[in-house]
């Protein structure tokens, strides 16, 4: 069974890497990068705040296009040209079957971050900047964590969706996710600023 899931993983990573997105979403990082290091040389007090907040908001809106976009064209296109029912109709069951090309997609995400991280420190270290701190390492950690966790519900939803409904869904789901995570830090700071409010007028009650 393992080495059916392997081969099926091979067989999607290979699909997707000698797809159409791959290639123009990896310039498009490598361009975002030079852009976030232009746009931080007009601040250099806050260069790596500027620097790295560009590049992690380009860095999680296309990681998320391609793990919705990955997984809703892996199985448009074996939809398409009659892979999918013929792999459904072999011994494997369906499970392994969408398994492996989870994995598969996973596999091409991580290869993304890869090269991405792989230029983005470079040119860290040709402006300057340094190497990435820890934290700046975890944070992109949990941005490619996000990427996986949002292609599950992208392959979940396309297993018994129409590609462009799947797209949709996966990424009205995302979009909630993210306001919902503003709406909670938005209301944390309200909280916060009305108990230190009464925190101080209490200090300020004569007893």
């Known amino acids: 069974m393992i080495s059916l899931i392997r081969v099926i993983t091979l067989e999607s990573f290979y699909i997707i890497v000698r797809g159409p997105l791959l290639i123009p ?19 250099p007090s806050e260069f790596d705040k500027v620097f790295f907040d560009i ?14 976009s990955w997984s809703v064209r892996l199985l ?3 939809r398409a040209d009659g892979s999918l ?5 072999s011994p494997a069951s369906r499970s392994i079957l969408l ?28 402006t300057d900047f340094g190497w990435l701190t820890r934290y ?3 944070s992109l950690y949990l941005q490619v964590l996000g990427w996986l966790v949002t292609a599950m519900l992208a392959f979940f939803v396309s ?15 995302w979009l909630s996710a993210m306001l919902s995570e503003l709406t909670n ?4 700071e309200v909280q916060g600023g009305i108990i230190s409010y009464i925190i101080k007028k209490m200090s300020n009650f004569p007893l």
């Open 25 to 43: 979403s990896i310039i498009f990082i490598c361009l975002s990068s030079i852009f976030a290091s232009t746009a931080a040389m007009w601040g």
């Open 55 to 68: 590049e992690l908001f380009f860095f999680q809106l296309v990681g998320v296009s391609m793990a919705i």
């Open 76 to 78: 448009a296109v074996a």
């Open 85 to 89: 029912e013929l792999q459904f109709a």
């Open 99 to 126: 398994l492996g090309k989870y994995l598969g997609v996973c596999l091409s995400l991580t290869f993304f971050a890869m090269c991405s991280l792989f230029f983005l420190q470079g040119l860290m270290l040709l």
């Open 136 to 138: 700046e390492f975890a």
């Open 159 to 173: 297993s018994f969706a129409q590609p462009v409904t799947a797209f949709l869904l996966s990424l009205a789901f």
């Open 185 to 188: 830090l938005a209301l944390s």
